[in-house]
């Protein structure tokens, strides 16, 4: 059996509060889903500096800001804006947030996924 890249439905739009992140777990991975005006965006649920979960972390103008040390990472494509130490090249490349191709269709957001199907990729908040 081969996997693509296929849209499953999140949630509705107004599901996601605005100025932070919430869990949202897909296929049992954690990640998190935040809003951005009227588009909202999915990445890993967790920091890449010492692992700390990112719900409930400070979103503002796209970025998110991690609650144990600050790190910031843009959610539009995961890129490190700001860490815990002067921020090099190597950081940039190598602590990069996973994030997952989103689109938001009739107030719907979805998410791009690899799986058989849409209906067997299982979603909760």
């Given at each position: 059996m081969s996997t693509n890249k296929v849209w499953v439905r999140v949630c509705p739009l107004e599901a996601v509060p605005t100025g932070r992140a919430i869990n949202v777990h897909i296929n049992n991975q954690r990640c998190i889903i935040a809003r951005c005006g009227d588009q909202a965006?999915?990445?890993?649920?967790?920091?890449?500096?010492?692992?700390?979960?990112?719900?409930?972390?400070?979103?503002?103008?796209?970025?998110?800001?991690?609650?144990?040390?600050?790190?910031?990472?843009d959610l539009r494509d995961g890129s490190v804006q700001s860490w815990v130490t002067p921020l090099t090249d190597e950081i940039r490349q190598r602590k990069a947030l996973r994030v997952y191709e989103t689109e938001v269709r009739d107030g719907v957001v979805y998410v791009a996924w690899n799986a058989e199907s849409a209906e067997k990729v299982r979603v909760r908040l």
């Open positions: 965006y999915i990445a890993q649920g967790y920091c890449t500096h010492m692992l700390y979960a990112l719900r409930d972390s400070a979103v503002k103008d796209c970025l998110i800001t991690c609650s144990l040390h600050g790190s910031q990472f």
